[in-house]
Nanobody, 125 residues
Framework: QVQLVESGGGLVQAGDSLTLSCAAS????????MGWFRQVRGKEREFVAS????????LYEESVKDRFIISRDNAKNTVDLQMSSLKPGDTAVYFC??????????????????WGQGTQVTVSS
């Protein structure tokens, strides 16, 4: 059973950059595709980015694909989300998730079995 802990959230201004990190423990990290999702209070959680188990393939939500980069370090059991040109619309709680039983990157929330507690990102205008 993998445990996930996010870090790196905070309050930034529009146009700034921020990097979120997710540390995994308790499982074979390299066996999981990983994803980042975000949720605004009162709205459904939505897909942001995903990376396959080996780190060679990524998927992005359309509105972030030119601004965010997902990466992973299987030696350190971490997955990062580098966010640049942040907009107020990026304000949300960001969650890290592990996709068990499938090495491929994916967008479907239901495919992710393990979740962190989330980290708040607030972008002021």
């Amino acid at each position: 059973q993998v445990q996930l802990v996010e870090s790196g959230g905070g309050l930034v201004q529009a146009g700034d950059s921020l990097t979120l990190s997710c540390a995994a423990s308790g499982g074979v990290f390299s066996a999981y595709a990983m994803g980042w999702f975000r949720q605004v209070r009162g709205k459904e959680r939505e897909f942001v980015a995903s990376i396959n188990a080996g780190g060679s393939s990524t998927l992005y939500e359309e509105s972030v694909k030119d601004r965010f980069i997902i990466s992973r370090d299987n030696a350190k059991n971490t997955v990062d989300l580098q966010m640049s040109s942040l907009k107020p619309g990026d304000t949300a709680v960001y969650f890290c998730a592990a996709r068990g039983g499938n090495l491929r990157a994916g967008r479907r929330i239901g495919d992710y079995a393990h979740w962190g507690q989330g980290t708040q990102v607030t972008v002021s205008s």
